[in-house]
């Protein structure tokens, strides 16, 4: 069975990098055909899509974001990273990564528990 589990700092200060790991097990994140995502939902709002590292290790990251944002990964111990910089409040959700494959759509078949991260000073 497939896991994935986000570990990080809870709260950030504005204007610092947030960083989060996702802990992959029971499956490799090299796998053909998986792209290993970071999701995050705010408060109050639906879930946004942030960016991805393929089974490649080729990214992929939304345009409203790119510019902040880089996912890496550690082969070696099956983990992949989300660092986001030069937070601010808005950056307050709750940060998922799961797995996608493309079926026509992205769809997304594991998800971590999510980790809630806030920004504020």
């Known amino acids: 069975q497939l896991q994935l589990a986000e570990s990080g700092p809870g709260l950030v200060k504005p204007s610092q990098t947030l960083s989060l790991t996702c802990t992959v097990s029971g499956g490799s994140i090299t796998t053909d055909y998986y792209y290993w995502s970071w999701i995050r939902q705010p408060p109050g709002k639906g879930l946004e899509w942030i960016g991805y590292?393929?089974?490649?290790?080729?990214?992929y990251y939304s345009p409203s974001l790119k510019s902040r944002t880089s996912i890496s990964r550690d082969t070696s111990k099956n983990q992949f990273t989300l660092q986001l910089s030069s937070v601010t409040p808005e950056d307050t959700a709750v940060y998922y990564c799961?797995?996608?494959?493309?079926?026509?759509?992205?769809?997304?078949?594991?998800w971590g528990q999510g980790t809630q991260v806030t920004v504020s000073s």
């Open positions: 799961a797995r996608g494959y493309y079926s026509g759509n992205y769809l997304y078949d594991y």
């Open positions: 590292i393929a089974y490649s290790g080729s990214t």
